[in-house]
T-cell receptor, first 117, second 115 residues
Framework: GEEVAQTPKHLVRGEGQKAKLYCAPI?????VFWYQQVLKNEFKFLIS????????ETGMPKERFSAKCLPNSPCSLEIQATKLEDSAVYFC???????????????FGSGTRLTVV | DAKTTQPPSMDCAEGRAANLPCNHS???????VYWYRQIHSQGPQYIIH???NNETNEMASLIITEDRKSSTLILPHATLRDTAVYYC????????????????FGKGTLLTVNP
């Protein structure tokens, strides 16, 4: 389809529990990006993938956060032992493959709101 | 860090043109100017992008100065549904390498369209 599907829409976890978020990119898109929006207007880049390979992980916290994009599966972002400060909306975006000149904009999903209590 | 500067907020009357400015004085030759907006807490929505020529699509027009140090997004006939935070983003071409091929968001401009 032509939308990036993120699940679940809302996720509540107790401190210390694991959280797993999913993102199905648009079919045919090769790049996937994860962003964290903690405060209104403040987006933080986490990680990007080119197909199943990590493309850029410069924004990924060293501990507790991991992500994967495996063939024929939604991409996932996992947070081990969640903390209160992980509460945020997590957005996923996908982008066409390299050299595609029809459109360069990313398409974002509607996000997963993670609340850690 | 974001490479752009935008006013934190602007108002516009419904039906009038909304002109949103953006400064990107350190832009380099292979960097594009992108505009996105976020309505309420939805995912950011792509609006338009350009390199050095002015661009127009069904949503908006993008005017880039000749020296490329600033640009203006124009919504020709703003409606109430255009109320959103608008982000001006500078992004390198994919060929420049992995860590440059991502959108770095600043704080954006909250555009409020008034009836």
């Amino acid at each position: 389809g032509e939308e990036v599907a993120q699940t679940p829409k809302h996720l509540v976890r107790g401190e210390g529990q694991k959280a797993k978020l999913y993102c199905a990119p648009i079919k045919g898109h090769s790049y996937v990006f994860w962003y964290q929006q903690v405060l209104k207007n403040e987006f933080k880049f986490l990680i990007s993938f080119q197909n199943e390979n990590v493309f850029d992980e410069t924004g990924m916290p060293k501990e507790r956060f991991s992500a994967k994009c495996l063939p024929n599966s939604p991409c996932s972002l996992e947070i081990q032992a969640t903390k209160l400060e992980d509460s945020a909306v997590y957005f996923c975006a996908s982008s066409p493959r390299r050299g595609d000149r029809t459109r360069y904009g990313y398409t974002f999903g509607s996000g997963t709101r993670l609340t850690v209590v | 860090d974001a490479k752009t500067t935008q006013p934190p907020s602007m108002d516009c009357a419904e039906g009038r043109a909304a002109n949103l400015p953006c400064n990107h004085s350190t832009i380099s030759g292979n960097e594009y100017v992108y505009w996105y907006r976020q309505i309420h807490s939805q995912g950011p929505q792509y609006i338009i992008h350009g390199l050095k020529n002015n661009e127009t699509n069904e949503m908006a027009s993008l005017i880039i100065t000749e020296d490329r140090k600033s640009s203006t997004l124009i919504l020709p006939h703003a409606t109430l549904r255009d109320t959103a935070v608008y982000y001006c983003i500078v992004r390198a071409a994919l060929q420049s390498g992995g860590s440059n091929y991502k959108l770095t968001f600043g704080k954006g401009t909250l555009l409020t369209v008034n009836p």
